[in-house]
């Protein structure tokens, strides 16, 4: 009996991509897998046909062999070929997040050779994240700053089993209970003991069980200059402890900077609305503007005669520093003529007189 194609198989067009393959193979896998379909024999078999395409075409290399020569090309060579189950360990290991949903996320192990997560082994901590506020100089210039952090974490009286423990007798201190489905052996998290592998037979007197405590600590976080609002910093194994000797997790912080009463940020550059006098604009003049660092000298800006409203004064190189340290940005000054909403009798003549010369 000729095989079918495992382009049709999947119901997919040849210059499908991976995610069309996947999404394909979880929509199929879903509807015929055997725990499903436990009275229906032909079910399997298409489980089975749906794994062989899949395991083909999400591979390059088979994929390019069976484009070219199609079943025959594959001989030998997995399946389609006659493969061993020696070799299905290796097919079945990468098809673990398609089936994670298919277990109650308790990831769908293989019984071919495929990897398992040791459930009584070292575990890792939670990553922790929070937010700092910044002023925008200690965002521009770098500051270091302390963070309170308070976090659940694994309880040290009983090393986060929440007690004394006994080897869970539903898995065999495995963490997994495993199912055969034909020529397939599932294996799921273990609903007794939830992966664990253990029970606790006596709560532990600290944490009463939870195996875990509160935590409260000081986390002293070094920030870079030029960072800016949504950036993350991460501080490795400065999370939530692990448990059994595992490391640490790690800390995330996410900067918020808040407004400035005199500057805009664009980037790295430095926004500010320059406020002239009709006579300064007129005339040209030199003004000074205050630094955004604290005890930073001025910056000197250069007027020219004839500036209009709107007009921008750029001072290269006064702006936010670069997070790569390559320099920094610009200082804008974006210009506006203040006209005065009341005048003494010699100004209002002045002004009088000017625009009639302005008129001639």
Known sequence: MSKRDYYEILCVERSADATTLKKAYRKLAVQYHPDRNPDDPSAEEKFKEASEAYAVLNDAEKRAIYDRFGHAGLEGRGPGGGAGFQDMGDIFSSFQDIFG???????????????????????????????????????????????????????????????????????????????????????????????????????????????????????????????????????????????RGGPAGHLHVTVVVQPHERFQRDGYDLVHELHLSFPEAALGTEVEVPALKTGDPPVKVKIPKGTQPGDARVVRGAGIPRLDGRGRGDLVNVIQVDVPKELSSKAKKLIEELGRALGE
């Open 101 to 243: 949903d298919l277990f109650g996320g308790g990831g769908g192990g293989f019984g071919f050779g495929g990897r398992r997560q040791n459930p009584n082994g070292a575990a890792r901590g939670a990553d922790l994240r929070t937010e700092i506020a910044l002023t925008l100089e200690e965002a521009a210039f770098g500051v270091q700053r302390e963070l309170e952090l308070r976090h659940p974490t694994p309880c040290n009286a009983c090393d986060g089993r929440g007690g004394e423990v006994a080897t869970c007798t539903a898995c065999g201190g495995r963490g997994q209970v495993g199912q055969k489905r034909g020529a397939f052996v599932f294996s799921s998290t273990c609903p007794t003991c939830r992966g664990t592998g253990a029970k606790v037979v006596k709560a532990c007197e600290k944490c009463n069980g939870r195996g875990e405590e509160d935590l409260e600590r000081k986390v002293r976080v070094s920030i870079p200059a030029g960072v800016d609002t949504g950036q993350t910093l991460r501080l490795t194994n400065q999370g939530q402890a692990g448990t």
